[in-house]
């Protein structure tokens, strides 16, 4: 069954940033959110079997599957390779997915975070494309591919044994096109001369791109001032072929708003606006920041329970604006209710999960210097 490009929103729902209220998943703002993106026309949610500690397809089956006929959204999730330790955790995590999200399929199914190393390896072992693709014949899976965080070389070589992949989500924005990590640029090129389908997470880079210095928004702001920062990195990836959905992880409801406004009547780039977005990239990448996206991989088996990436979050703030005393108010606030920088021992779990590949342990090591003396 190949995918009706037509039919899919510009705009998708991610499930990962859900809006909070004492800790929790706040269901009731969920649902309000749900209510209005799906009024918009739109209805594709993305959601993972580890986001919000195993709550985001829960959330998804008392927001939307419970309320909403079947027919009338599509919902996507992810098989994680970091969870598969024998053969039979394969089905049997899939079938707590079904459990979790109240569904008897899932529209669109991947395996999670694809990179070389370990988790391809996982994959492989246990035949991973095989059982996707068996499960799309079960009627289980509607549309089967995965999420990828690792190097052209390798997505080419996946690409080329297992021509039953119909999509590929990458991690694509303005200021990652020449990230010598994430190589976002290189990978759309090889997905796009292919015609794979791809879906971009990380297009605002988890809403490091929703604000910006001042004299970087007002390049932006001087051509369209009624425009919303995030608005442009949205319109960046929107404008590219071969995107068939831009995942965005709302929060909250003025972002859905926001969001929503962006891909009504949506406006490609113009000559104009393309060049302004190169120029505040090559200023925001003169600018020494953590490329942290609080995906918030790391945290759930941190020891030490430190929220990474608020403590990246607050220095990539001082470097901004050192001034700006409210960033150091936030860190004591923060460590009242988890760890501090220096309580990091050293173990590693962190660096293994990163999708940004990220030297948290040294990172963390600096944070310490700045924030705890």
């Not at 113009?270 to 302004?276: H, K, L």
């Not at 430190?306 to 001034?323: A, C, E, H, K």
Request: proline content about 5%.
């Amino acid at each position: 069954m190949s995918i009706d490009l037509s039919t899919m929103p510009k705009l998708g729902f991610g499930l990962m940033r859900l809006p909070e209220a004492d800790g929790v998943i706040d269901h009731e703002h969920v649902c309000r959110m749900v209510d209005k993106y799906l009024q918009a026309g739109m209805n594709y949610f993305d959601t993972a079997y580890v986001y919000h500690g195993g709550k985001s397809e829960v959330a998804a089956r008392e927001a939307l599957v419970k309320r909403y006929p079947r027919d009338s959204f599509r919902i996507a999730t992810k098989l994680p390779a970091w969870e598969i330790h024998e053969e039979a955790d394969i089905e049997k995590i899939f079938q707590e997915q079904l459990d979790r999200a109240g569904v008897d399929y899932f529209d669109f199914y991947l395996l999670h975070s694809i990179e070389d190393g370990n988790n391809y390896d996982t994959y492989v072992k246990y035949d991973c494309f095989k059982w996707g693709v068996e499960k799309k014949a079960e009627g289980k899976i509607r549309h089967f591919g995965f999420s990828y965080h690792g190097t052209p070389e390798l997505l080419k070589e996946i690409l080329d044994l297992h021509p039953e992949v119909e999509f590929v989500q990458i991690q694509l924005n303005y200021l990652d096109r020449t990230n010598p990590v994430v190589q976002s640029q290189a990978l759309y090129e090889i997905l796009e001369e292919r015609n794979i389908p791809i879906i971009v997470m990380e297009p605002i880079r988890g809403g490091m791109l929703a604000s910006l210095a001042p004299e970087q928004e007002a390049k932006f702001k001087a051509i369209r001032p009624e425009k919303s920062i995030a608005s442009w990195a949205l319109r960046f990836v929107g404008s590219l072929p071969g995107v068939m959905t831009i995942l965005s992880g709302m929060s909250a409801e003025e972002q859905m708003d926001d969001n929503i406004g962006t891909f009504t009547n949506f406006e490609p780039l113009s000559i104009e606006e393309m060049a302004a977005v190169d120029e505040v990239t090559s200023d925001i990448l003169s600018m020494k920041q953590i490329g942290c996206t609080a995906c918030k991989y790391c945290t759930p088996g941190c020891p030490m329970s430190i929220s990474i990436p608020d403590v990246f979050r607050v220095i990539n703030t001082l470097r901004r604006y050192p001034d700006d005393w409210r960033s150091k108010n936030f860190y004591s606030g923060l460590i009242g209710r988890s760890g501090k920088a220096s309580d990091c021992i050293g173990c590693g779990q962190c660096e293994g999960v990163c999708p940004q590949h990220l030297p948290i342990i040294e990172l963390l090591s600096e944070a310490a210097d700045i924030l705890d003396k």
